[in-house]
């Protein structure tokens, strides 16, 4: 899986001419069909339909989803709706509050919670290395007191920082922008904390 842009026809252009590569091997990847079509729920109660392009390595050949950066693997919600949840957990409220507040299953928000403070310690520490590299003079967030609190810091502090180098960045939600530069993984781990 290789998260890329939300413009499939961006991605389709970058499929064709050869400018998207694998990310073991770094050779270039080719055109290979699609992926299975999937609804995922955006915010407001929107619907967003996908049917991820797929590609195949011409060194390697291991086919890869080219997932859009607005979708994280394996949720069926869109990253901004995850990450408005996780903002929100980290001023202090419960999973409960949250879901009633995004309109989403206690549950679904709980696996959400869970997974992310699993990873939250590598979350922040792949962000606050980011700001840094990212900021002329970086200012690090003030610790929160909770590890969920201080990663979402950590993600907020290198988007703005991403924003000010590279102003085309502001187009894009925080929460994509998290997914896309740690490759899709910021709940991959099952872990509860």
Request: some cysteine; hydrophobic content about 45%; aromatic content about 6%.
């Amino acid at each position: 899986m290789l998260i890329v842009d939300t413009d499939a026809v961006s991605v389709e252009r970058q499929l064709q001419t050869g400018r998207l590569t694998c990310p073991a091997c770094s050779a270039v990847l080719t055109p290979w069909g699609h992926g299975r079509p999937r609804e995922v729920r955006g915010d407001l109660g929107a619907r967003l339909f996908v049917r991820p392009r797929r590609s195949r390595c011409a060194g390697c050949g291991v086919t890869h989803v080219l997932l859009p950066d607005a979708i994280w693997p394996r949720r069926a919600d869109a990253a901004e709706v995850i990450g408005a949840g996780l903002e929100i957990a980290a001023q202090g409220m419960g999973h409960r509050q949250v879901a009633a507040h995004l309109g989403r299953a206690e549950g679904t928000v709980r696996g959400w919670i869970r997974r992310f403070c699993g990873r939250s310690e590598e979350v922040r520490r792949y962000f606050t290395v980011a700001l840094v590299a990212l900021a002329d003079d970086p200012v690090m967030p003030d610790p929160s007191g909770t590890a969920i609190g201080d990663a979402v810091s950590a993600v907020v502090a290198a988007h703005r920082a991403a924003t000010m180098k590279w102003p085309d960045v502001n187009t894009v939600s925080r929460w994509e922008f998290a997914g896309r530069a740690i490759a899709g993984r910021v709940l991959a781990c099952q872990a509860s904390c």
